[in-house]
């Protein structure tokens, strides 16, 4: 198969990726000519680890290209992937639709015979039928069919997502364009993945309903982890305990500074959205939304706490800005909520993150940036963990409260346990949800 990619972001080069590693032909096409040249010298412009050798793998085999000439890429295709950001709309919650539109109506003046046109981004219901209604007002005479295929793909594990997938999902209006999206992901079928087929809506309603609920789940456990603090439970203890049960599962029931990133903060104000304008409201999709902006803020009362009750003046060192480990991705991190206020509350910050540097110069001013745990660690007055680096879950902490001024941690990610850090010398320590000590 034939497969042109509209966008090199981080779902559209990651699955052009592998759909090439599948052995079709694709073309990743990108309007920013930098992003095209870098591509071609086989550097990828996200962080994702096994990306760039995966993608050398399938370039030297001639299964994979880049281009910035969409007609190029959109001529003779079997299917044309829509992959093009679709950022919260500034102002009123919804999802901006604009990049979608201005690629189906590209894309209509380049098709050269039957394809199907396939919305990988994330987009409200009914917007696959949109995307019909412009290509044909473009080129009346195009032979096509539309198609929704939501991507399911977790930062720092996306290629494993893709290949191995929990399932596809495929919306699709008739048999001819389910069967060259059969054909695309045949190798799924014959290793036995389920490849659910649905209507347009569904496929559109299936990802805003799944992001929103591990949303939900990510902020019922920070709203435990709260109590859990005043009652004197564990939350680790009722994480475990919750998650046993079959029903609810483990996953996504990690108490934490709240969640982050290019999906759920986005998605669920999209479909709180969706529930207004069709006057059903998403009351539970609205309230994890505030619950989780509140969670956010209750880490700085923590970190004052810590701090004795001000952090004016007083070096403190972040160790991890990315909203999640294996990721460069500094999207509506919790670290973009933290980090600024320590800084216009007169603290001076050290920040160490092995990928966040890349974007973080520019979103975090006025922060020094180290490479080394404890050389940033060096006579600062304050330590806290925000992302949980595999690099960040072994340290020497003995070694790291010798090198403090004043040894205390907030770990807002739960990784040591109050006998780890009292061992090795801090005289306070908080994290969430959980007993701490030395502070009043």
Not at 92 to 101: E, F, I, P, Q, R
Not at 155 to 162: K, L, P, R, S, T
Not at 229 to 251: C, F, Y
Not at 350 to 368: A, F, M, T, Y
Request: with cysteine.
């Amino acid at each position: 198969m034939k497969i042109a990619m509209i966008g090199t972001g981080y779902v559209g080069l990651v699955s052009g990726v592998c759909f090439s590693d599948f052995g079709h032909d694709v073309v990743c096409v990108d309007k920013d000519p930098k992003k095209i040249e870098q591509l071609k010298n086989g550097i990828a412009p996200i962080y994702e680890p096994g990306l760039e050798d995966l993608m050398a793998k399938n370039v030297n085999a001639g299964r994979l290209s880049f281009t910035g000439d969409l007609a190029e890429a959109v001529d003779g295709a079997d299917a044309v992937f829509i992959a093009v950001g679709t950022p919260t709309r500034r102002g009123d919650g919804h999802a901006d639709l604009t990049y979608v539109m201005a690629a189906a109506e590209e894309i209509a003046t380049a098709l050269t015979g039957y394809a199907v046109v396939v919305t990988k981004s994330t987009v409200p219901v009914g917007t696959n039928r949109q995307v019909k209604q412009v290509v044909s007002k473009a080129n009346p005479k195009a032979e096509f069919d539309v198609a929704s295929n939501p991507e399911f793909l977790r930062e720092g594990a996306a290629i494993d997502d893709f290949m191995r997938p929990d399932r596809v999902v495929v919306g699709v209006q008739n048999e001819r364009a389910a069967e060259v999206m059969n054909e695309i992901y045949r190798p799924l079928y014959l290793r036995e993945f389920p490849i659910m087929a649905t209507d347009l809506e569904s496929a559109e309603m299936i990802k805003y309903a799944a992001n929103a609920f591990l949303a939900t789940k990510i902020t019922f456990i920070n709203e435990i982890a709260a109590l859990c603090e005043k009652t004197g439970a564990d939350v680790k203890m009722v994480s475990k305990g919750m998650g046993l049960d079959g029903r609810i599962g483990d996953k996504f029931l990690h108490a934490g500074p709240g969640y982050g990133g290019s999906c759920f903060p986005k998605d669920t104000q999209a479909l709180a959205r969706m529930g207004q304008d069709h006057a059903t409201p998403m009351q539970l999709t609205e309230t994890v939304i505030k619950v989780n902006d509140q969670v956010k803020r209750r880490m700085i009362d923590k970190i004052v706490d810590l701090c004795g009750g001000s952090v004016n003046g007083k070096v403190i060192t972040v160790l991890g800005v990315t909203f999640k480990p294996n990721t460069d991705d500094m999207r509506d991190s919790p670290s973009l909520t933290i980090v600024p206020w320590l800084v216009g509350n007169g603290a001076k910050v050290r920040v160490v993150d092995p990928q966040g540097k890349r974007e973080g110069e520019g979103l975090l001013p006025s922060v020094v940036w180290n490479e080394d745990v404890y050389e940033a660690t060096q006579n600062a007055e304050a330590v806290i963990i925000l992302t949980e680096w595999n690099e960040f879950r072994a340290l020497d902490l003995k070694r790291m409260a010798k090198r403090m001024t004043t040894p205390v941690m907030a770990d807002l990610r739960n990784i040591y346990t109050l006998k780890d850090v009292k061992q090795a010398g801090f005289t306070a320590y908080v994290s969430i949800g959980r007993e701490g000590f030395g502070i009043e």
